[in-house]
């Protein structure tokens, strides 16, 4: 076979190759509308305790780590969580879902919006939320977000320099998502694969969360006990009626 | 004689690029790679198709096995050494097949390329180009 033909037919095989991702790449869902979204944020920011404790930590990873460092404040003098992460990214997606469920315990959002991860990365059009765009209050903790692109790349938001000497320090692989607890503890990439969340829209996402069997309460649920675990840490247990349930303060003794 | 001379070069090019990423593998080092959507080192690394079956061993330590054995290969055809034209022209078929798996892994499972593997791809494509031009000239010759 000549070297040209073998170099011919490798260049069809690529664009078979192409034209199979390409074919086989979901169309991205499109985002709610204002109303659609609240009745979606109304269930994920209100799973009941009682379900939140059968659950545990569920199939989740724990990935949060102790680290050392100044205590990180908040804008509001409160203790900081610091989240970075990018619309795009599938493995933030999946993240926002036990961020929103586990800080939604200590205060309340605003302006969430739903959107997905890239049509074109692994595990295409996860349904998520932004954080771009969103606004948290809290008397306990302060939460401090930058989404650096859009889902298609586009640059969005950039962090300080303050910011990212966090990311530098925390988080060398440079994995996102990436989260500081107050510089007591971090982790950075997804505490479950997005891949639990394929092909469902949000409200069948929020749906499934009030079942703690369903394959996506167990991770969803379980990190974000995680989570409040890990800001319980920092605002000394309180509220009480988040962070004395012996799941938390269980959760509490494993993160050291 | 001049061909097998750049399947050699190809074969220590490879070679680096697969110790490099093993490097990058093993330590802390970020991968110097631009991220976009369509071209992601870390992506295609980081994804479980970066390490051998599930175990802690990158895919490219693999490459640092078949690209030594490439060059090695080419530096006894350069010595003038005929009789390994079928076995190299069997081993660089073995690598051409491996590398269509990853691209189409690359491609359809990952929707990421990452240019430092696409670099050692089109090297393997030259090395396999080489023992194939040559294995013909060899058979004539014979």
Redesign the interface.
């Known amino acids: 076979?000549a070297?040209v033909a073998?170099?011919a037919a490798?260049a069809l095989?690529?664009a078979a190759?192409?034209v199979?991702?390409w074919y086989?790449?979901p169309l991205p869902p499109r985002p709610l509308t204002v109303d659609a979204t609240q009745h979606v944020l109304d269930i994920v920011t209100n799973i009941a305790p009682p379900e939140l404790d059968v659950v545990g930590t569920g199939s989740a990873n724990n990935l949060v780590k102790r680290v050392s460092g100044s205590p990180l404040t908040g804008p509001n003098g409160h203790p900081e969580v610091f989240y970075m992460g990018a619309e795009?990214c599938p493995y933030c997606a999946a993240e926002r879902w036990p961020m929103i469920i586990a800080l939604s315990r200590f205060g309340t959002f605003s302006g969430l919006k739903t959107t997905s991860s890239?049509s074109?990365?692994?595990y295409?059009n996860t349904p998520t939320f932004t954080f771009h765009g969103a606004t948290y209050t809290s008397q306990y903790v302060d939460f401090v977000s930058v989404e650096t692109t859009d889902r298609?790349?586009s640059p969005l938001e950039s962090p300080t320099s303050a910011q990212q000497a966090l990311v530098n320090q925390y988080d060398?692989?440079?994995?996102i998502p990436f989260v500081d607890f107050g510089n007591r503890y971090a982790f950075s990439g997804a505490t479950y694969l997005p891949d639990v969340l394929g092909g469902m829209s949000w409200k069948a996402v929020a749906d499934s969360l009030l079942n703690p069997d369903s394959p996506q309460a167990k991770p969803i649920l379980g990190s974000a006990n995680l989570i409040t675990a890990a800001v319980c840490k920092l605002t000394g247990d309180q509220p009480a009626i988040v962070c004395s349930s012996s799941t938390i303060q269980s959760i509490e003794k494993t993160l050291g | 004689m001049r061909w097998q001379a750049l399947a050699l070069a190809a074969g220590l090019a490879g070679l680096g690029v697969s110790i490099y990423l093993t490097v990058v593998h093993y330590s802390a080092i970020p991968v110097a790679c631009p991220a976009t959507a369509q071209v992601n080192c870390e992506q295609v690394l980081a994804s479980p198709y970066g390490v051998i079956a599930g175990s802690a061993i990158p895919t490219s330590a693999a490459g640092i096995v078949w690209f030594a054995l490439s060059a090695l290969l080419a530096a006894g055809r350069v010595a003038g050494r005929v009789e390994l034209a079928r076995p190299q022209l069997a081993w660089a078929a073995l690598g051409l097949a491996t590398v269509l798996t990853l691209v189409y892994i690359e491609i359809v499972e990952l929707g990421a390329i990452c240019i430092w593997c696409t670099t050692a791809h089109v090297l393997v494509l030259l090395i396999f180009l080489v023992s194939l031009s040559s294995s013909n000239m060899a058979r004539v010759r014979t």
């Open positions: 076979m070297p073998v170099v490798i095989l690529v190759f192409l199979i991702r086989t790449t795009y890239s074109t990365d692994v295409p298609n790349q060398t692989a440079g994995s």
